[in-house]
């Protein structure tokens, strides 16, 4: 069975551009995050979807990012225009149910690496 | 890498050894507790997870053990292997809200041959 799978895994863009990093969840979970790691900086949460909507989003830094998840299938995480401080990793993961424990585990993908210049 | 910039307190063991991580966590309502192992250039992978009405859980080479009193949570690893080097990491997350995992800053295991 495929994992989580994120497009691209490197990107390197200028100041003021725009970039879109895709994940495909596996396949069957309805629940689809995007985490991301900034430079010297923990992982963090930036939002939760479940299929397609919405379910918090408390995490994204500024309006600046835009998520989607049309169809509830794979997801989009554009940033327009990119910023230096926007550099780092990226990770998209899924869970079929929420993660209480007994097999409702997230699954991260390997990540888009994301450099701002 | 990817863990370039974060200084991430390292734990160096030989082969064969055992190995402990240690994770004090924040939130006393956190009520689940999961380790993530990440190697380079990959994305963090599921170890092994607890649920706050447990103080142990074992897995294969494993063992998770909780300390709510102290907000503690450690990741005990038998005859650690070179495959085992990585960074390692835990997450926690409450009731409200257990699809958010805050994540701790990670320790590194190196292991000598």
């Known amino acids: 069975e495929a994992g989580v799978t994120q497009f691209p895994s490197h990107s390197v863009i200028e100041k003021g551009q725009t970039v879109t990093l895709r994940c495909d969840p596996i396949?069957?979970?309805?629940?689809l995050y995007w985490y991301r790691r900034v430079m010297g900086k923990e992982i963090k949460f930036l939002l939760h979807?479940?299929?397609?909507?919405?379910?918090?989003e408390s995490g994204m830094p500024n309006n600046r990012f835009l998520a989607e998840r049309t169809g509830g299938t794979y997801s989009t995480l554009k940033v327009q225009p990119a910023e230096l401080e926007d550099s780092g990793v990226y990770f998209c993961?899924?869970?079929?149910?929420?993660?209480?424990?007994?097999?409702?585990?997230?699954?991260f993908g390997e990540g888009s690496w994301l450099t701002v210049v | 890498g990817e863990n370039v910039g974060l200084h991430l307190p390292t734990l160096s063991v030989q082969e064969g050894d055992n190995s402990i991580i240690n994770c004090a966590y924040s939130n006393s309502a956190s009520d689940y507790f999961i380790w993530y192992k990440q190697e380079s250039g990959k994305g963090p992978q599921f170890i092994i997870d607890?649920?706050?009405?447990?103080d142990k859980r074992q897995g294969q080479r494993v063992t998770v053990l909780l300390n709510k009193t102290v907000k503690h949570l450690s990741l005990q690893i038998a005859a650690t292997q070179p495959g085992d080097s990585a960074v390692y990491f835990c997450a926690e997350s409450g009731m409200d809200s257990s699809y958010k995992l805050i994540f701790g800053s990670g320790t590194r295991l190196l292991v000598r041959p």
């Open positions: 979807f479940v299929k397609e909507s919405k379910q918090d």
């Open positions: 993961a899924s869970s079929q149910m929420l993660p209480r424990g007994g097999g409702n585990t997230i699954y």
């Open positions: 396949s069957g979970h309805d629940n």
């Open positions: 607890i649920r706050s009405n447990m």
